[in-house]
């Protein structure tokens, strides 16, 4: 494995793995570049060592079939805009365009290859289909943290072609970065905040936790199935029935542990779920039949917003009400200015999982949390303990 920093690019073409699956709206403007930013330190790193570079990402699911909707040349002049370079396009990732531009590209120039799921081989990790984007460069780098937790051929079958000259760019060394600070070497007390809505996607996640955090906030819809668990009442709240034992295990796992966990003590409750339905707050454990809860009032909010300024090190995945409706975001609204104030107090807080990043963003306080995870599903798989393939793939001799 090399490294970023001292590799020496000059006069080499360096095949890039980008995360360019950006949001686009009806006319192909990008509502959210971030992804693409966040790419520019690796690329121009590479330009200004003398190198060339080309850029391979997935665009949306075109599941194998080209399809203009789909197609990465919508955002060949953000791409520019954003590295201040022009871009070269192929219109198709593997055959004579793609051979002919990767092979005359020449040093300070920057080429996209149009979307790898075109291809089944993409996903599927077809060896023969990395070794074709493999023969376009002297050197890998992989820069996509959301996709490192799939095998594909571009996030991991493509490194056995650079035995040595494969490496991490600047996005997923920040992420491995983040992800030790809080989770391998975490200052103490460390918090986990856990919401959204199922017990039963999370559960493997809270579980690993549980070994690692001194204590953890459950809220948001999977809090009602702890209630209901141990016989509290919650009217029409999200429940799963056949998560009571595996609720009930947790709970006193984290007695046996000695984490201590929080919960909700009242909601912020309506009977039809819609933004304009009347509210009425009731004890978390005592919600009538015919209301559901939607937010964390402002007693919970209080009691969470406690513990957070008492902690070092903090860990956010999952809202803690149903956030795209503005009357019921005020609780992971005063969840993301608690993590705020506590990081501006001295705190490290990591925040992972499309829908915590989604908050942080809507609230406009991106800048104010320490890092925000750019890969939610793999994220959640290394706090699983799981091995990242795309990881692995680079880290291996
Ligand atoms: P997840 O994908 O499991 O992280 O869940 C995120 C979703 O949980 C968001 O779409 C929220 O609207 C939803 N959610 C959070 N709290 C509640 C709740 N009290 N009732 C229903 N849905 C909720």
Known sequence: MQSIENYDFSGKKAIIRVDFNVPLDGNFNITDPSRIRAAVPTIKKVLAKGGSVILMSHLGRPKGTPQDKFSLKHIVSAVEKEIGTKVDFANDCIGEEAIAKTSALKAGQVLLLENLRFYNEEEKGNEEFAKKLASYADCYINDAFGTAHRAHASTTIIAKFFPNDKMFGFVINGELDAIKKALDEPKRPFIAILG??????????????????????????????????????????????????????????????????????????????????????????????????????????????????????????????????????????????????????????????????????????????????????????????????????????
């Open 196 to 397: 959204g809505s199922k017990v039963s996607s999370k559960i493997t996640i809270i579980e690993a936790l549980l070994k690692k955090v001194d204590k953890l906030i459950i809220g948001g819809g999977m809090s009602f199935t702890f209630t209901a668990a141990q016989g509290g009442k919650i009217g029409n709240s999200l429940c799963e029935k056949d998560q009571y034992e595996t609720a009930l295990r947790v709970l006193a796992k984290a007695k046996e542990l000695g984490v201590e966990i929080l919960f909700s003590e009242e909601e912020v409750c309506v009977k039809e779920f819609n933004n304009d339905s009347p509210m009425r707050v009731f004890p978390a454990n005592e919600i009538e039949d015919g209301w559901m809860g939607v937010d964390i009032s402002s007693k919970s909010i209080a009691k969470f917003d406690k513990a957070i300024q008492e902690c070092k090190t903090i860990l956010w995945n999952g809202p803690m009400g149903v956030f795209e409706m503005d009357n019921f975001a005020k609780g992971s609204k005063a969840i993301a200015e608690s993590i705020a104030k506590s990081t501006s107090n001295g705190a490290f807080s990591l925040i992972g999982g499309g829908d915590s990043v989604a908050c942080i963003n809507k609230f406009h306080m991106a800048d104010k949390v320490s890092y925000n995870s750019t890969g939610g599903g793999a994220l959640l798989e290394y706090i699983e303990g799981k091995t990242l393939p795309g990881i692995a793939a680079i880290l291996e001799k």
